[in-house]
């Protein structure tokens, strides 16, 4: 079992940035590929970005690239997500996921098996 806890959401304006933290407390977090999902009002979950469960890997959605840099610190049992150059549409209820690795696509949701009850990024024009 992990369980996920996400921090670290707030109010920015526009192009500034924010950290997010995930912090787990299963102790098997450093076997789990990691990714954080968004959800903004009246919009459906979008998939943002994923990390292997080593760090090698990494996958970005294209809306946030450049911009958006996933890390994960095993020893800690937390995966981080900086956001820098942040836009109004990034305003959304940000979540961290967990699942077991597999060679399907990060972005599919229902390969996550534990998720965190989210924090709220709001970007200001």
């Known amino acids: 079992q992990v369980q996920l806890v996400e921090s670290g959401g707030g109010l920015v304006q526009a192009g500034g940035s924010l950290r997010l933290s995930c912090a787990a407390s299963?102790?098997?977090?450093?076997?789990?590929?990691m990714g954080w999902f968004r959800q903004a009002p009246g919009k459906e979950r979008e998939f943002v970005v994923a990390?292997?469960?080593?760090?090698?890997?990494?996958g970005y959605a294209d809306s946030v690239k450049g911009r958006f840099t996933i890390s994960r610190d095993n020893d800690k049992n937390t995966v981080y997500l900086q956001m820098n150059s942040l836009k109004p549409e990034d305003t959304a209820v940000y979540y961290c996921?967990?699942?077991?690795?597999?060679?399907?696509?990060?972005?599919?949701?229902?390969?996550?098996?534990?998720w965190g009850q989210g924090t709220q990024v709001t970007v200001s024009s």
């Open positions: 990390i292997s469960w080593r760090g090698r890997n990494t």
């Open positions: 299963g102790r098997t977090f450093s076997t789990y590929d």
């Open positions: 996921a967990a699942r077991r690795p597999r060679a399907g696509p990060y972005g599919v949701e229902d390969a996550y098996d534990y």
